[in-house]
């Protein structure tokens, strides 16, 4: 299955599922990391690692256009399924339903909880005893697609943000591979329509 990667940042998940499509028995490799943050780190990490990138800055283009660019790119490297990993942007409707069943996600909480963003914060906030992290199909709802799989970790006394943070990315970088490869494996190969 050729699975594109987006990302804004960082990019560790995305490093994670790279790193696992190397193993001999990933039903996957990743054929495009695309990034709407042309300085985002991840993909100097993807270029060095001989993956291929695509850049592009939404800055002062119609979303419309934006968007046909990235399908356009993700339609020339043959991409079948697409991974988000830290892409924070919101994908417009006409974008989820042209790869509608195609698109997965990794959100930092426990799905149904704590949809958006500062999922930790408001998980200590709450007195909650475990956070973790879910790969969730995408769709029109913000976090809101069919949970694909979830990893759970405690939340300890005095966990500050970045504590648990660092604690759920490490169960991302295991689940999101984990769960991507168990997805694609029961699907038929879909070419992109
Ligand atoms: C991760 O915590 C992911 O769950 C969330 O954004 C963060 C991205 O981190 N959607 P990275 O760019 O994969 O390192």
Redesign the pocket.
């Known amino acids: 299955h050729r699975v594109g990667v987006l990302?804004?940042?960082?990019?560790?998940?995305?490093a994670a599922l790279v790193e696992a499509s190397r193993e001999p028995q990933c039903p996957y490799q990743i054929v495009l990391v695309a990034s709407d943050k042309p300085e985002a780190p991840?993909l100097a990490w993807a270029a060095e690692r001989g993956v291929a990138t695509f850049a592009k800055s939404p800055k002062g283009i119609p979303k419309a256009e934006y968007e046909a660019a990235i399908d356009a790119a993700l339609r020339e490297a043959g991409v079948e399924a697409i991974a988000?990993?830290?892409y924070m942007r919101l994908l417009s409707d006409d974008f989820v339903g042209k790869w509608r069943g195609r698109v997965i996600?990794?959100?930092?909480s426990l799905l149904p909880k704590y949809k958006g963003l500062d999922t930790h914060a408001r998980a200590i906030a709450a007195g909650d005893a475990v956070a973790g992290?879910s790969v969730h199909l995408v769709t029109e709802e913000l976090d809101g697609g069919e949970v694909l799989g979830q990893a759970q970790v405690p939340i300890l006394p005095g966990d500050t943000v970045d504590a648990l943070?660092e604690r759920?990315?490490a169960e991302?970088h295991k689940l999101y591979p984990r769960t991507l490869s168990a997805w694609l494996n029961r699907r038929k190969p879909v070419s992109a329509a």
């Open positions: 990302i804004s940042g960082r990019g560790s998940n995305m991840g988000l990993a830290g996600n990794i959100h930092p992290c943070a759920v990315l991302e």
